[in-house]
């Protein structure tokens, strides 16, 4: 089997893989319809702004929990915005439990939210690995057209 | 060059810029001259600009000014444009359609989503 098919194959098998655990979703793959010859990029940019947000509102998250006075209101305005992006791009994992952290912020449980935040932190520092390697493979796979 | 009449123009007004990108881009791949403004303010201004769309996308949490009060402005304007509303909150619903929207889909927004607004569109004077 040639680089390109095996390439093509892994590619394929690890869309499959991320949709079968529940990274990603239907909308994910309805980023990568709305990508073409004339928008070759479109995915990774859009997977780009994404992670750059995620980052500031995971920060904003930890530092408004921090506080010695919770406004938990702040904390679930940062929550609903990562929860809209995440939906944006077809993060299901990650928005599930942003659905989740919007109940704890509600309750104004900050043992729960701290705990939500941990595994909100980890769930997107797993996609983040998971995406960054499919990418990998579409760069490899472009290189080896030549 | 002049533009063929019949083609369609829209508005994206979204302050998020994933969500800019996303809906700029479907628009585009349905041929679709389209234009984005990041909140209901922006949105009026460039109404007083003198431009005009056949399709204003009005997302509803926006800073400045939503999307229930812009959409509400632009309908005292006089704006017959077709708006269709694009959220997730649920619960302002019934008050977004009653400030004067012609259509309400939920986030993310999808061709197929977008293909359903469009078969509402007039394209009258």
């Given at each position: 089997m040639d680089v390109m098919t095996q390439l093509q194959r892994q590619w394929r098998e690890h869309t499959a893989y991320l949709r079968k655990e529940g990274y990603l979703d239907d909308q994910f793959e309805q980023l990568q319809k709305l990508?073409?010859?004339?928008?070759?990029d479109f995915v990774a940019e859009v997977v780009s702004i994404f992670f750059d947000d995620s980052e500031k509102l995971l920060n904003n998250m930890a530092r408004a929990l921090e506080q010695?006075?919770?406004d938990f209101k702040q904390v679930d305005a940062h929550v609903h915005q990562f929860k809209g992006s995440s939906a944006s791009i077809g993060a299901m994992r990650v928005k599930n439990l942003c659905i989740e952290f919007r109940n704890h912020c509600e309750a104004q449980s900050l043992e729960e939210c701290v705990r939500c935040l941990r595994k909100l932190q980890y769930e997107y520092s797993l996609l983040k690995n998971q995406l960054e390697y499919l990418f990998k493979l579409e760069q490899q796979i472009r290189a080896a057209v030549v | 060059m002049l533009e063929p009449p019949t083609k369609i123009t829209a508005l994206v007004v979204d302050d998020d810029t994933i969500n800019q990108m996303i809906h700029h881009r479907l628009l585009d791949n349905l041929g679709i001259r389209n234009q984005v403004v990041r909140n209901g303010k922006e949105a009026i201004d460039v109404h007083c600009s003198g431009k005009n769309f056949d399709l204003i996308l009005m997302d509803m949490?926006?800073?400045?000014?939503n999307g229930i009060e812009a959409t509400r402005k632009l309908r005292a304007m006089g704006i017959r444009s077709m708006i269709a509303g694009v959220s997730t909150n649920t619960r302002e619903r019934e008050n977004f359609m009653k400030a004067g929207l012609d259509d309400y889909q939920e986030k993310p927004l999808t061709t197929s989503k977008l293909v359903s607004i469009l078969h509402k569109v007039h394209k009258d004077g």
């Open positions: 990508q073409d010859e004339n928008s070759p010695k006075v919770v | 949490e926006m800073p400045v000014m």
